[in-house]
């Protein structure tokens, strides 16, 4: 029994991906040779063997086709053979023009990382447009990968980046991505150890503050603070009226206190 094997349909945007996975399904299936045109029929070759290969070069045709979005199905339906198909698909998404070169070279090289973007999906974003220059015989070399890549990180990342620009004569690529990756960890976990602490504090009760400074400490502070807020309205309503609201306050607080002590 044939093993099964499926990969995302051709959709104009991911053909990058497609043609790796499918050049590699059709290997595994030991058909790809059928596409590169590396086997072809003998010219001496028996009925048996002239009807196995036209079985083959239908089963691998049928494989392409039926990996192809039905938008996209209109570049390959004039095509009688696999790799027919296939150079029409290539010819169509790798159109080696200037103005295609010129294109993915501008949004390579003016990529740019914001801030709350994950590291892995900036990465791909790159890797994705140096796959299709490449594809179209205009490859990015892996200094200026680096060099582009360092400069396209936000502020957050400005320490890293300071740091590996002082030892470039022997960074790659790899390095300078795991070091990215490694430093979103970092900073994801500091993040979460600061929202905890502010949470504990703010959470902390009022109790557990006197208790810390002593209950007198506490009412002289806030009576500090009351009385230089209040100043600051003062001319707004009746002095004496004003005057009056402060002692009875004043009253409360202190006497309070007083009263509690006694009891205790």
């Known amino acids: 029994m044939e093993e099964k094997w499926s990969i995302e349909k ?23 040779s059928l596409v590169d045109g590396s086997e072809v029929l003998a010219s001496e070759a028996s009925v048996a063997a002239v009807a196995l290969f036209q079985s083959r070069l239908h089963k691998v045709f049928a494989t392409i086709v039926l990996a192809i979005d039905s938008a996209q199905l209109y570049l390959v339906t004039s095509c009688e053979e696999p790799k027919q198909a296939w150079n029409a698909l290539k010819n169509h998404f790798e159109r080696e023009t200037l103005a295609n070169k010129l294109l993915l070279k501008k949004q390579y090289f003016r990529s740019e990382m914001k801030e709350g973007t994950s590291v892995d999906q900036h990465l791909k974003h790159m890797k994705d447009i140096t796959d299709k220059l490449a594809a179209i015989g205009a490859p990015i070399s892996e200094e200026d990968q680096v060099v582009t890549l360092l400069g396209s990180l936000p502020r957050s990342f400005a320490t890293l980046v300071t740091a590996i620009e002082t030892r470039m004569d022997d960074v790659s690529l790899d390095y300078v991505q795991q070091a990215l990756i490694h430093e979103e960890m970092k900073q994801s976990e500091q993040s979460g150890q600061l929202s905890g602490a502010e949470s504990a504090l703010a959470g902390r009760p009022l109790r557990g503050i006197r208790h810390a400074m002593g209950q007198h400490v506490l009412d002289a502070v806030m009576w500090v603070i009351f009385t230089v807020t209040v100043q600051t309205i003062r001319h707004a309503i009746r002095p004496h009226a004003l005057d009056v609201v402060m002692s009875v306050i004043f009253s409360d607080i202190v006497l309070g206190n007083v009263n509690g002590t006694k009891q205790r």
Request: cysteine-free.
């Open 10 to 32: 051709l959709n104009g945007s991911n053909w990058n991906t497609w043609k790796f996975q499918m050049k590699h399904l059709l290997i595994a299936k030991g058909l790809w």
